[in-house]
């Protein structure tokens, strides 16, 4: 279970029942999610966007995909409102963009939209 609030996910954890606090890097408001069948939650905020899976040692951490994409967007054009999630990629769709993660090579793509 996942729950945005401002600058802040809260994210269910059932192996230990517990909540957990994450934050995206620029604490900004989270518009969207989308969960794989792998369980990563990919996360669309205003100003960027990423996802919530566990590091090496089992940890949950937010992993930010769009430092990946090229700097010279403004910062309003990577505001995600919605994200998402098909078998071999991960939409991420802002008002002028539609950013695409391919879940197997990490590589991200965008289209005008």
């Known amino acids: ?3 945005a609030e401002t600058g802040k996910i809260l994210i269910y ?3 230990r029942s517990s ?3 994450l934050y995206n890097d620029n604490r900004s408001d989270v518009r969207s999610f989308a969960t794989d069948s792998s369980g990563l939650v990919f996360v669309g905020a205003i ?3 990423g996802y919530i899976g566990p590091d090496k040692n089992g940890q949950l951490h937010y992993h930010n995909l769009s430092r990946q994409v090229d ?3 403004k910062f309003s054009e990577l505001n995600i409102w919605k994200v998402f ?4 990629e991960v ?3 802002s008002v002028k963009y539609l950013f695409r993660y391919q879940k197997k090579t990490g590589e991200i793509g965008r289209a005008h939209v």
């Open 47 to 49: 100003g960027e966007f």
């Open 71 to 73: 700097t010279s967007y």
């Open 19 to 21: 909540w957990q606090y």
């Open 1 to 3: 279970m996942k729950k």
């Open 85 to 88: 999630d098909t078998s071999t």
């Open 13 to 15: 954890e059932n192996n």
């Open 91 to 93: 939409i991420f769709y």
